[in-house]
């Protein structure tokens, strides 16, 4: 069974008949905005299928629906969708507002990095959310890996200072460092995810970061506005998007992509830690389709 098999089936092409007719285009349309793909990017993907069907001369609906996979997959093609870890150590932020699952995904690929061979460390920057440390700590224990934290209501810049301290020192290959869910309207929390931000500047001049921004796909066009403010406010280098089997509305990965050029880079499908993993824009079009 392929990964993206426990996606919520919308079945986009399932009503069609075999006629590529006017009335197929709107039903399409019609299709992939309910699939929240968001009425700008459907329209540019289904104008896109139908330059396709002309230059390729396709005539069938299957055919057409071979031609709209690889549509969309070039669409979701957004930038680098790898982890860039090319120093040691390398960093990995995660953001997102409360609820989204970053400390369950954090703990699902520093298990899949320490799994790979990498010497992995988390940081507790959560100090705002009760047990937010201890929720990681049950994390790094499964996984085996070594965490950073202080006390509830500690500077998160502090804990992230001691983190790089115990990153270099301990020769870590990857840091993964979690933060308060963040309300993207609360320009407090981004001034401290700025300070964070200035701490590993310092601390590890040149390494290899990434900002990944934690989304529940279950949340459709709102996690869009999300992804937008906080592209403005922090900066994102990768979306992981989560809870992908909880919807039917797996069309705002393309919106990602499309409107703010950046990668998904991990998609979520299950509680499970193997239900985490790499976006394949490919195999994602072909089981959306």
């Known amino acids: 069974m392929g990964f993206f098999d426990k996606l919520k089936k919308i079945n986009i092409f399932a009503s069609f008949g075999s006629e590529l007719t006017d009335d197929f285009y709107d039903e399409l349309e019609e299709s992939l905005i309910l699939a ?4 700008d990017v459907t329209l540019e993907l289904v104008e896109e299928l139908r330059r396709r069907v002309r230059a ?26 790898g982890l860039d870890l090319s120093t040691k150590p390398s960093v990995l932020l995660f953001i997102g507002v409360n609820g989204v699952g970053k400390t369950t995904t954090i703990g699902k690929i520093g298990a899949q990095l320490k799994h790979s061979g990498k010497k992995v460390l988390f940081c507790a920057a959560d100090t705002f959310r009760a047990a937010a440390a201890e929720q990681l700590t049950i994390w790094a224990d499964r996984a085996g890996v070594d965490i950073i934290k202080q006390h509830e209501g500690a500077d998160p810049a502090a804990v992230v200072f001691d983190a790089t301290s115990a990153a270099k020192a301990r020769k870590t290959d990857v840091v993964l460092v979690d933060t308060a869910g963040r309300l993207h309207n609360k320009q407090n929390l981004m001034n401290e995810l700025n300070k964070i931000s200035r701490v590993i500047d310092r601390e590890l001049p040149g390494c290899a970061r990434e900002t990944l921004l934690v989304l529940d796909a279950t949340t459709g066009q709102n996690g869009l506005i999300q992804a937008k403010q906080f592209k403005e406010a922090a900066g994102i280098t990768g979306i992981v998007l989560t809870k992908l089997d909880g919807t039917a509305k ?13 990668p998904v880079k991990y998609a979520g499908v299950g509680e499970g830690i193997d239900d985490l993993k790499p976006f394949d824009a490919a195999e994602f079009a072909q089981a959306l389709i």
């Not at 797996?250 to 950046?262: H, Q």
């Open 56 to 81: 390729e001369g396709v005539k069938t609906v299957e055919e057409a629906r071979s031609c709209m996979v690889r549509v969309i997959a070039e669409a979701l093609e957004a930038g680098e969708q």
């Open 36 to 39: 929240d793909t968001g009425m």
């Open 250 to 262: 797996g069309g705002i990965a393309i919106a990602i992509a499309k409107e703010l050029g950046v």
